[in-house]
């Protein structure tokens, strides 16, 4: 199993950025394609964005524009760069494993008005 530690999460004002980072354990991360998940209060976990192994990237449409999604291998880490920050984006955000059942502990993120 592969422990995965997210951290960057914070309070940041609309129209700010953030940058959130996932630390993966295991040597076996460059081979796995990655993602992240969020989820706000009263709602399901959604998919924000993913990265294959070879770095072709995905996102959701509310985020298309305005995220970034990369992955270094050398550091075991993924990012999500987070631009034009708004209040709707407030989640906690999770890092997943894509087709394992390995994830995060989440960070969150609060975006206000």
């Known amino acids: 199993q592969v422990q995965l530690v997210e951290s960057g999460g914070g309070l940041v004002q609309a129209g700010g950025s953030l940058r959130l980072s996932c630390v993966a354990s295991?040597?076996?991360?460059?081979?796995?394609?990655m993602a992240w998940y969020r989820q706000s209060p009263g709602k399901q976990r959604e998919l924000v964005a993913s990265?294959?192994?070879?770095?072709?990237?995905t996102y959701a449409n509310s985020v298309k524009g305005r995220f970034t999604i990369s992955r270094d291998n050398a550091k075991n880490t993924v990012y999500l760069q987070m631009n034009s920050l708004k209040p709707e984006d407030t989640a906690v955000y999770y890092c997943?494993?894509?087709?394992?059942?390995?994830w995060g502990q989440g960070t969150q993120v609060t975006v206000s008005s």
């Open positions: 990265i294959s192994r070879v770095g072709f990237t």
């Open positions: 295991g040597s076996a991360f460059s081979s796995n394609a």
């Open positions: 997943y494993r894509v087709g394992y059942v390995d």
